[in-house]
């Protein structure tokens, strides 16, 4: 959008708010301070500037923005590229795979696209040669489903013997779509191919159902991921309405990020107690307390709990109970609130019924929504433009309303959580019974 | 996110993504200049700076944030609210209206929020007794159904005769759900207010299935859109691989901003041309001559076409073949273009069939999908939020991943439209047959 | 189900429901004569008899049924099939089509199944070389898509043209899915293949929308129609409700039997005006009467008209209106009823909003539904079954719960038609506003 | 349909399918002789005859057809009617509700219409006071959402007790809808009637999502649960083929019957084997060899199992495990298949990957399609007429295209269940890897 002319003329008060008069009534939400606002803190309207600067001494950072350059790194037709995509299960993995597919071939008229199998595995000397060699008929249709046609697989394979398969393909860009462990994976190809000095750009899309990779504002397959978790907890809410005191507990998706529990609970409106890994004091108490509270005003209860809720709890009070077992198995969450609400109101002689749903793969096996497709469509598209530029160990990321190159190194330093005292969590306070002191 | 603690230590060297060398290669994408990036055009990292500033004599402006202060300007429990929905249906109209009443009644305690029927029409003095006293039990599911429970309508009451009901009700915050035409009338509305010293306050919460007000990143109801519309794009292509020569044919909604139809065709990737109401020059010629050339190479053909093309065209041709009829009936670019194309192919002999689809009131009325659900309560709640601060005459804006507060005259000095040199309609040519020179 | 034990030592009286007593209150139903029950017309239980026989002087008739046969009429492997999509586009054409070539090419393990394209068309020596020689690869999604990956096309060809091609290609079983127009083609070209004395086996797949062939209780695909009517159903309630006085109208397929309308009013609930083609006294008084009696009690009215209503009456109207052109258009229901309708609430100065929709491609375009995708793969296999055991001139019918093999020329006798008087269009009398006397 | 005038001058030729000749060659498909076709096994045209008659010295039996009778056994304006939902939540419950609640309020204007809650449980004296007095604005829009408003439950209450709340709540008409436990249950209130000679008509509604009941072709919520069903086992076949030697496993609903697993099968066209309860030499050899088979020629598999298959067998191998416990929990299939498979593929060093779907809850809660919703509008109209009517003791049946009346105790008598020697399941045995000998 082209808003400078609009500016013309315009000051800042344009941009005030008109407000009647001063505050002075107490605000009666029972919400604490971390939550409350106060003056000052603005939303910026400018959203690229040109070069980085400082604002009264607070140093400023910029992402390099993608796209196609008159002058580009490599000669197009002269090389190879190469796919692949690693971890779980994601809506708009195919999407991505057609788009790059599309515009290597038909915009670059690049000579081989080739679509390494099974995840890292694929490009390991033991498996490089089940490779695909993609055309434009075999990517086609593909958007329409879910998963991926080139398969996926976690676990690491050594950089020395995936690099040999870049150079045996003679790749010149390979585009990696994966979460935050297979970019570690991605980080250390793009060293092992600097210390051989080659000439291969390592492209990665970020790819996490969580969300949860930093400075990209939102992942694909997230958008249509809340979708389908939303009607996980519709079918949960419809079993609790329909028994005396009936329970509807949902495990989402969410190790260490709880942002598909929390838009899935905003989304859905009927949740009465989501818990995600961000709020670190679990205890079956609170929760215990939370469902007696809620059962006093309402004959229903919906819970939604991420997988990665109460991991510490969890191992401990297993360790206490089953002991002595040499190999711990994880146990799961979902199962293990099932059981102990049950028990629980038992010992309190409350009649209930509890009914659990753990939606997980058919959630991740989706075919992407509309915005996730438009979305994943431009990330294929941004990510040829920055390989064919020459960029490499970079992310395509998405940030203040624009894609931008994210460094990988930069991109690994920590994992993105829900900001337990921001306003999205605030949302779900505020619409949910409230945790006891 | 707290990522202040990240920053520690980093340099704009971390932002920078790596390369692999100089950039000699020409590229043999075949696109104006216009779309090709320059070094230098950046996206900023931070997002949120406190106080307006400038940064190398460019000015910044900031948006005010919104949320609960601990100081408020109305006494919520003395208090009555309003709501009212004003012209076409859009998805989440229902969740909006629900998300108020819960936070008016279970959060700030307000005595009555009082539902005005079927636009500004249930402001007037004819019409103002059947506004509904919401409750709770009323607005509980009303999210799962699309349209509005308060009804709508189109045109203009003098405000005169509205602030008269809004005294008569005794309406302390007045929320309106609307598109630009309906802000114009809020604006009003908060001048009367004003002309006349009452303590009412007018909070817009913008509705437009178009995506076309300025400042908003994105409308509410936009993501449900697109998805709608690529099922009705998803039939075309499917009636178009159905038939010898088959020519799929779209109108989708867009009168001015042809947002959904560009979204739609990247999201459904079966699109070959896409018409919106930005590109100035559209010509019948230079369309059939993009049909041609398409089917020079594909035996079926998809085309999108946004409700505003060519209706100064239209007018024009309109004028000139049925002339003197005394009054001008607005002609459907849908069905102009479908005749026209049939037309045509005709004249050339060439076999064909064309199927038109019009999915507009289809679209319009399904239910808010998941984010856009989620995003209608927040945008609900910090409606209520602003209005209970004594914020007026502002709409709830989403900018810079910020939900913001934007001064109505602000957001009404123009129309938000697609940038037709920017990132996002590059990437519908790239996927479509380009036009000829 | 092996029913036979069940029935041991049962006599008719178990069959008999028991009752209170006598019957000696007046019913309040306002409903004519035709409609009531009368004792003695009773449903039998058995559904399989053998041979034909007579009750109480009453002939009994009975259908083959399709199946294996231990000995089979053609050398399958030996064999080339044929495989042509005729008429307007069915959600689960697709699944025949995989259907039937799955289980010649693995079941049967035939040299040949070609897919002839776009109709009988594909079946003259102008285009027969465009036929494609299906794989199981090939067809191994294309269930999932709606539509016919063999193209189609209506009209006619002349069989002799028809079955030289069948000779060139050396088809021995030739599987037609078409409607009745079709199957008028199916018959004269059997009667060729007769004619030349030829062994070529002609079997066809009931295709209609419109679930209009005699003898097949219900066509494929017809409720996947009624599913994605009642969408537009429901796109057209919400409209009317959310407008005062709002009128929702959907034409709905139906040239000449009403089963879709009929089907998706039942399944929508929320249709006040029910028109199919079958009514023969459409007039558009009595419709504005049943228009203002709903309005009389309720704020919004829904209207679902076949697309074949009123045919005569329109082609009458027409003249008398335009006249004189020379070559006679034919008008479309829906939008004459919108015009009629508005016109004549304007007349009588009742404010109102009428919304038109016309979802016909977006319905017939999709996909299968699963019992859709079940019944079409078992056609497909009830097909080839037939044709390997040398039936031909055959349909592959469903009737009284079970296949069967219905002779072309019968089920060509008359269309299959809703029954005025019978107990499904009561159903809709019991829920709509009844006709004014 | 009024079929008689067309069978005017017909004879059973005219029903016969012609022939191309003599069948000689031998069959290549696989199939036992049970499911070879032999001549004579042919479906009966008529379908409606009067009285009971013989044919060849067989016994024919029939059904009452319900409907609207001039006169009734109840005068409407002065009765009270309940309705009772019972045992799990299946798709349509609130469209029979809703249904029952128009049709006597609207229809018959009986004076109250009294939803008990939560099952039988609501109909004993502790709990009747919960009962719900439902008008027409209550269950408006019911039928859109999946569950029911009146709450289930599972488990016997005394007749006596239920009775006395009938005669407290002086209730004509009981409808109770519900499975065959449910239905033993209504049978005892009659019985218990009669012996007080009370004029109370109990007026069954089959309601089981296995489809399981005698006499009943298909139960309301089938479809929808078809079509879900079909959506966790296409997320299976995608997370099958996103990894290296996927498994894809489901267990579906059908305790005793398969046939949710059985049409599944046939509507995804995805599925290598199918397991279900009617098969009775259920082992896991045998469930090994097929998987191995199919590994031989494919990369991946989906396996779908009905959660009663392998009971006796699962009893069995958990006692000789587990042993000593004293109180034995069912293991769950789906679960213990997921183990086993898993297990035994590792010690063949078989590298896979196995992902297990449970999607019970969220089939069981959706809101009925629109062929269901349609089958669930008739059912109650028939219900309310039947109960008018003064019958008693009997279930609304679907049986020869034809509602009808089944008495309660014929219907009892036995459950359907899939004939494994049967039609259906022959297609599903064409379509997956046969059993091993």
């Known amino acids: 959008m082209a808003t400078l002319d609009i500016l013309h003329g315009l000051t800042q008060d344009d941009f005030n708010a008109e407000t009647l008069g001063e505050n002075k009534f107490a605000n009666p939400l029972n919400l604490p301070d971390a939550y409350m606002m106060s003056i000052g803190k603005r939303v910026l309207f400018q959203n ?114 995936m690099v040999d398969t870049l150079v045996k393909f003679n790749i010149s860009i390979l585009f990696v779509i994966g979460g935050d462990g ?70 989402l998706m969410g190790r260490h990020s709880g942002f598909i529990a929390l838009h899935a609970t905003l ?67 979902g199962i293990f609130l099932k059981k102990e609400i049950s028990k629980h109101l038992e010992s309190k002689k409350f009649p209930h019924t509890i009914k659990y749903i753990d939606p997980s793969y058919m959630i991740r096996s989706t075919s992407a929504n509309a915005i996730d497709s438009s979305f994943c469509l431009r990330l294929g598209t941004y990510a040829v433009h920055a390989g064919m530029a020459g960029r490499t160990n970079v992310l395509i990321g998405y940030w203040n309303q624009h894609y931008c190159l994210v460094p990988i190194p930069l991109a690994l330093r920590q994992r993105k959580q829900v900001n337990i005292n921001g306003a999205e969590w605030r949302s779900v306070l505020e619409i949910t019974v409230p945790k006891q002191k």
Do not use: W
């Open 182 to 251: 297979t970019h570690h994976g991605s980080q250390k190809i793009a060293e092992e191919i600097k210390r051989r000095n080659l000439k291969i750009s390592i492209i990665g899309i970020p790819k996490t159902i969580d969300n949860d990779i930093l400075f990209i504002h939102k992942t694909f397959g997230f958008d249509t991921a809340v979708e389908e978790a939303r009607k996980a907890i519709s079918a949960a809410h419809v079993e609790a309405k329909g028994a005396r005191n009936g329970i509807g507990l949902v495990k």
């Open 267 to 333: 989304a859905s409106g009927s949740v009465n107690v989501c818990l995600i890994p961000e709020e670190e004091d679990f205890s079956l108490e609170n929760l215990f307390e939370r469902i007696e509270k809620r059962f006093t005003k309402s004959d229903h209860l919906v819970v939604v709990v991420a997988e990665g809720v109460g991991q510490d709890f969890l191992n401990k009070s297993i360790e206490k109970k089953y002991d002595a077992s040499g190999n711990i198995v994880l146990q799961d969450i």
């Open 48 to 161: 690229i500037i040109v070069d980085e600067k400082k604002i009264e001494g607070k140093e400023l950072f910029s992402f390099e923005r993608p796209g196609p350059f008159r002058k580009i790194f490599f000669d197009p037709t002269k090389i190879n590229v190469g796919i692949v995509t690693c971890g779980g299960l994601c809506p708009g993995l195919n999407n991505v795979i057609r788009s790059i597919t599309y515009d290597c071939l038909d915009g670059y008229k690049v000579k081989n696209v080739y679509g390494f199998k099974n995840g890292f595995e694929g490009l390991t000397s033991e498996y490089s040669q089940e490779a695909l060699r993609l055309s434009a008929d075999m990517v086609n249709s593909i958007h329409e489903q879910g998963g991926t046609i080139l398969g996926t697989s976690r676990g690491a394979q050594t950089e020395v013997d």
